[in-house]
């Protein structure tokens, strides 16, 4: 009997001058979209806010606590991002970085070493291209990867 479960695959890649541009760029648009949406939060709360004075002082305050929290933690997440650029920038050509995980499924049967099937597979790319497929070493107590830069952004759910 055999049985198809799901892992992780991680995905490195070694350091470039253009993966280097690629997630800065990346990093960028990230912060810049958070930026419009603080002043479009800001914008929208305004006017608002100034309505809902003259009918609900304390409701207003209320919203404009809630508003205020909302833009720190759109700011904090910009801030994150910028910072993550400059990390980008510094980084050594020719080093691997993690870059995310994707989903694999593998097949399980009877006898097989399922620490060694969960373990999993890393692909490594240079400039998006795949040069390496190996089997993922679980990592030591002691051993935590250089830089882990993950540009997907899904800042609605941060």
Known sequence: ????????????????????????????????????????????AKGYIAELQRADLQQAISVRKRVEA???????????????KKQVEVLDNDTEIIRGTLESSVEV????????????????????????????KLLADDETPVLTIETDLDTDNA
């Open 70 to 84: 909302e833009k720190n933690r759109q700011q904090e997440l910009r801030d994150s991002l910028l910072e993550r």
């Open 109 to 136: 049967n009877v006898g097989d070493d399922l620490s060694v099937l969960l373990a999993g597979t890393e692909i490594v790319t240079k400039d998006d291209v795949v040069i390496e497929i190996r089997e993922r």
């Open 1 to 44: 009997m055999t049985v198809t479960i799901k892992r992780e695959i991680v995905l490195r890649s070694i350091v470039t001058d253009q993966l280097k541009r690629e997630l800065a760029e990346e990093l960028q648009r990230g912060a810049d979209e958070l930026e419009q949406r603080i002043q479009q939060l800001d914008f929208s």
